[in-house]
């Protein structure tokens, strides 16, 4: 893959970035993601929101489930409560795997991630088994052990809904009982109608790429899993800390952790 960074198509990582107040992006990123904010003005809780709960997520692996291996696929740019730092501020042996094929990612991961128990695998989520096979999983995890495998807001970039479920299917396979997948999902189950409709005709025009999945399609990726409480929610409502939230409309992603 090239190591090219390219101003000038829309990068969902650059875009995620921008929504959550980072500084790593383009004018071709913010132009995007202020179209989808004027569309959805939300869009930014949904951004904060799907990052708490990946961290309340990990934490709840560490400490509760006692999972030791992170493969982290779709990564994105670093921001505050980065896998491996939650990870290993419950348990300094674990071990994390981070995937991603955007090239700005790639160089901060080079920078800043790369060494010890946490690496960095230039790969797409389309070629789970090129994944699988990378020297830097290989080496990292060991997959006759339980590992976590999280798919943070990257599946519904995935849109077709047959590939989308081998794909997960095929990660899971490779998983030993007692393994974790953990996934969030665009949705518009939870905004108004005038919203959805807006989605819908963006999505038609190729003006957002992220297809949003009602709770059936979503919930297949977890078949043959058991849900940890509570269960398929809007990503707000997973183990929240706090009881003044934003409301699932604010945040339009499904979020789950779930057991094999």
Same mark, same amino acid.
């Given at each position: 893959m090239s190591d090219q960074v390219d101003p000038h198509t829309v990068s969902p990582a650059r875009r995620w970035n921008y929504w959550l107040g980072g500084k790593d992006h383009f004018q071709v990123d913010r132009d995007s993601g202020d179209q989808i904010a004027a569309a959805y003005p939300a869009v930014r809780t949904t951004a904060r929101e799907g990052r708490a709960f990946h961290r309340r997520a990990v934490r709840f692996l560490a400490e509760e489930a006692g999972i030791r291996q992170f493969l982290d696929i779709g990564t994105g740019?670093?921001?505050? @409560?980065?896998?491996?730092?939650?990870?290993?501020?419950?348990?300094?042996?674990?071990?994390?795997?981070?995937? @991603?094929? @955007?090239?700005?990612?790639?160089?901060h991961a080079r920078a800043l991630m790369i060494g010890g128990a946490t690496t960095y695998v230039d790969a797409d989520l389309r070629d789970p088994g090129r994944i699988l096979a990378a020297p830097e999983v290989r080496e990292l995890l060991d997959l006759d052990q339980p590992i976590a495998i999280l798919l943070i807001s990257v599946l519904h970039f995935l849109t077709d809904d047959d590939r989308a479920r081998a794909v997960v299917? !095929? &990660?899971? %396979? %490779?998983?030993?009982?007692?393994s974790y997948l953990v996934a969030t999902h665009a949705t518009m189950d939870f905004v108004s109608a005038q919203h959805a409709a807006v989605y819908r005709q963006m999505y038609q025009a190729g003006q957002v790429d992220a297809l949003a999945r009602d709770r059936e399609a979503v919930a297949g990726f977890f078949d043959g899993l058991a849900l940890a409480e509570p269960g398929l929610v809007a990503a707000c409502d997973w183990r929240p800390?706090? %009881? @003044?939230?934003?409301?699932?409309? !604010?945040?339009? &992603?499904?979020?789950?952790?779930?057991?094999k």
């Open positions: 740019l670093p921001a505050p @409560d980065n896998t491996h730092e939650v990870a290993q501020a419950v348990a300094p042996d674990a071990r994390v795997v981070y995937v @991603d094929n @955007d090239p700005m990612v790639l160089a299917k !095929e &990660l899971l %396979a %490779a998983a030993p009982p007692g800390e706090q %009881a @003044d939230r934003p409301s699932p409309a !604010e945040v339009a &992603l499904y979020a789950g952790v779930a057991r």
